[in-house]
């Protein structure tokens, strides 16, 4: 077999965004445009040669050939072998979980997460180094970097490999071994949760559903929840990958998974409810009657970390995203725990999680995660809400008031603008910066403003600082409003709106969160001018 050398050119839309690159399929299946991207990784990231490489996906259309196409460049540019999840599927979470304990160089995962799949859907890569996390922003720069300059990449020529065979091949001289894509990751659950607890939990009157959307968690759900767990047949639904999500949108929220949520109302509603996205990093937790923000998930997890084996001893601290609720950070403080504000996007976690001074995560956005990988995990945080439910034996509804009773209750939601006019939202960003300062102490709607800024984050481990990365109105009574533009989407603009407000009296804690929050929304819309920026009158999204 020989090694083509292909002469090509950069392209000038490469940079990776919050996640990695994501486009349109079509984009992807342009001349080079994979190849360019997959070289700039090999290029700049020179402990591939020699090591392994984990390859997996979501299974989503161009899941396989993408895979095929990595495979060939990954032989052709001197890596040792490659663990690749059988049939191309790979959870996100699972392969962090699989760089890790087998010690590997890095992974590729081919995955658009929450956005829809199939031919007219979107396909997307990310570059995850040796501690399984995503790549750090100076690792992604140097890849963007080099696709700015590419003239030419590796490729073997050869025939398509079998993936769907538990084999081992060579390919040119590189060991290629089609793993399991679920069995180290579940053995890593067994580790961290008690499944004897859960076990017992479910084989009682406990009854509970988990839609794993036609995405990448439906193979994991089965093995986990239904054979471990001994939950009936039928527990996961849309169990099988599909390469479009059945058509669906493979984002779990109260849009998207509405088939689900309406299993949790009603004579006959679960007691428990859960779901993930495509690739299987975030999650939805539902009880009866009750959405779980996640921001609340967070904040309650952490608050009975101790309720989880491999947490028996506490955790050292926690850390959120900047546009997460400030849930999290009255229990960091009542356990006199470690509290990081990070900006969005999982890359931000890894050195506080590497270096051990957080054990627990999350974002708004559905993503929650611990120690145990590092990358945010939807199945974890489905059985540590399975954990905690089997120790507490309460309904989902009742731990959540009780936590608010004590904590005080953050009142969030977030209103996303989908697919606006990418100037108009530039516009409105640039424009609101611009009047930051003179906000500051401004009485806006009968409250006063405490701060209005521009996030910027100095990472404590590396000092690395990231700029622009959201505008953050802050008032005296500590509620908020943040406004950034998506680095996720792959058509125009999204813009998001995050709203939080306070409320330590347990009377007033049961109202609607959207009129709760009434009053800032109006707010928003006071300072951002959104609906004459966007064209819009109201969000596409509410969570
Ligand atoms: C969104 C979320 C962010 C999350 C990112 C990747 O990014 O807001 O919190 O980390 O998606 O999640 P953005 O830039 O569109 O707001 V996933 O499940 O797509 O890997
Ligand atoms: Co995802």
């Given at each position: 077999m020989t090694v083509l050398t292909i002469p090509t050119t950069p392209f000038d839309d490469q940079k990776p965004g919050t996640s990695g690159l994501r486009k349109q399929v079509s984009v992807f299946q342009g001349k080079h445009y994979l190849e360019n991207f997959v070289q700039s990784i090999f290029d700049t990231q020179p402990e591939l040669r020699g090591g392994t490489l984990v390859v997996g996906g979501?299974?989503?259309?161009?899941n396989r050939q993408a895979i095929q196409t990595i495979l060939r460049m990954a032989a052709a540019n001197g890596v040792a072998s490659c663990l690749v999840g059988q049939g191309g599927i790979l959870s996100t979470p699972a392969t962090s979980c699989v760089i890790r304990k087998h010690a590997t160089a890095g992974g590729i995962i081919l995955s658009a997460s929450h956005n829809p799949g199939g031919p007219n859907g979107d396909f997307g890569i990310k570059f995850n180094t040796a501690n399984g996390g995503p790549a750090p922003e100076k690792v992604t720069e140097a890849i963007y970097a080099r696709t700015r300059e590419i003239e030419e990449y590796r490729i073997l020529d050869s025939e398509d490999i079998d993936l769907d065979t538990l084999e081992c091949f060579t390919l040119g001289d590189m060991h290629v071994e089609i793993i399991d894509p679920v069995a180290d990751y579940a053995e890593l659950m067994a580790e961290q949760f008690d499944f004897e607890a859960i076990r017992e939990l479910i084989a009682g009157d406990f009854r509970m559903a988990f839609d794993a959307m036609h995405a990448v968690t439906g193979p994991y759900a089965k093995e986990i929840i239904e054979n471990r767990l001994g939950a009936p047949a039928g527990t996961v639904m849309n169990g099988t990958p599909l390469e479009d999500f059945g058509g669906g949108h493979p984002d779990p929220n109260l849009v998207y998974a509405a088939e689900l949520v309406a299993k949790t109302v009603g004579d006959d509603a679960v007691d428990f409810a859960a779901a993930s996205d495509g690739d299987g990093d975030r999650n939805m937790i539902l009880g009866r009657d009750i959405f779980v923000t996640p921001s609340d998930s967070l904040a309650i997890l952490a608050a009975n970390a101790t309720a989880f084996p491999a947490y028996k001893d506490g955790i050292p601290g926690v850390a959120r995203s900047m546009?997460?609720?400030?849930a999290a950070d009255r229990v960091a403080e009542k356990l006199g725990i470690e509290c990081f504000e990070t900006p969005t996007?999982?890359?931000?976690?890894g050195n506080l999680l590497d270096a051990g001074r957080i054990a627990f995560c999350g974002e708004e956005s559905f993503g929650t995660g611990s120690a145990h990988v590092r990358e945010k995990d939807g199945l974890w945080a489905v059985l540590a809400w399975l954990n905690l439910l089997a120790v507490r034996r309460e309904p989902v509804k009742d731990i959540v008031h009780a936590h608010w009773a004590e904590y005080g209750r953050n009142y969030y939601s977030r209103h996303d603008y989908e697919g606006v006019d990418k100037a108009g939202a530039d516009t409105l960003m640039n424009e609101l910066r611009g009047r930051l300062d003179e906000l500051v102490g401004v009485e806006l709607d009968g409250m006063r403003v405490a701060y209005a800024d521009d996030f910027a984050y100095t990472d404590p481990i590396d000092g690395s600082v990231s700029h622009n990365q959201g505008i953050r109105i802050g008032f005296e009574d500590g509620s908020r409003i943040v406004l950034r533009l998506s680095g996720t989407g792959t058509v125009g603009a999204t813009l998001r709106l995050y709203i939080e407000a306070y409320e330590a009296e347990p009377a007033k804690q049961q109202q609607d969160t959207q009129q709760a929050l009434a009053r800032l929304i109006g707010i928003a819309e006071q300072v951002a001018f959104i609906r004459r920026h966007t064209g819009r009158e109201q969000p596409s999204v509410i969570t």
């Open positions: 979501d299974g989503r259309y161009y546009p997460t609720s400030q996007g999982w890359k931000f976690f």
